[in-house]
Nanobody, 119 residues
Framework: VQLVESGGGLVQAGGSLRLSCVASGSIRSINIMGWHRQAPGNQRELVATITGGGTTNYANSVKGRFTISRNNGKSTVYLQMNSLESEDTAVYYC??????????????WGQGTLVTVSS
């Protein structure tokens, strides 16, 4: 199972970006999909997660500004980021867990996509 992210880039403070992450491979089911981020010199931190049933969880720092959603039929998770701040600058990583085609548990990370917010 692999994850491929897209949608990162350079944006001015106050602007918006939408990240996408597609899972591919032999997949029976995906449980949780989510986004983490890592800024230079910092540890990787949770941004948001969403279950297959649509239950969401957000870091306090992004509540009210970011929205996570998913399309189960396309094995895709999105992160809509509005009112971006310079503190949101980081590499954003997608994560997913579930069962592969033969029922084995998997947890995989994407390669990361860079988001740079200029002030």
């Amino acid at each position: 199972v692999q994850l491929v992210e897209s949608g990162g880039g350079l944006v001015q403070a106050g602007g918006s970006l939408r990240l996408s992450c597609v899972a591919s491979g032999s997949i029976r089911s995906i449980n949780i999909m989510g986004w983490h981020r890592q800024a230079p010199g910092n540890q990787r931190e949770l941004v948001a997660t969403i279950t297959g049933g649509g239950t969401t969880n957000y870091a306090n720092s992004v509540k009210g500004r970011f929205t996570i959603s998913r399309n189960n039929g396309k094995s895709t998770v999105y992160l809509q980021m509005n009112s971006l701040e310079s503190e949101d600058t980081a590499v954003y990583y997608c994560i997913a867990n579930g069962r592969d085609g033969v029922g084995r548990y998997f947890e995989v990370w994407g390669q990361g996509t860079l988001v740079t917010v200029s002030s």
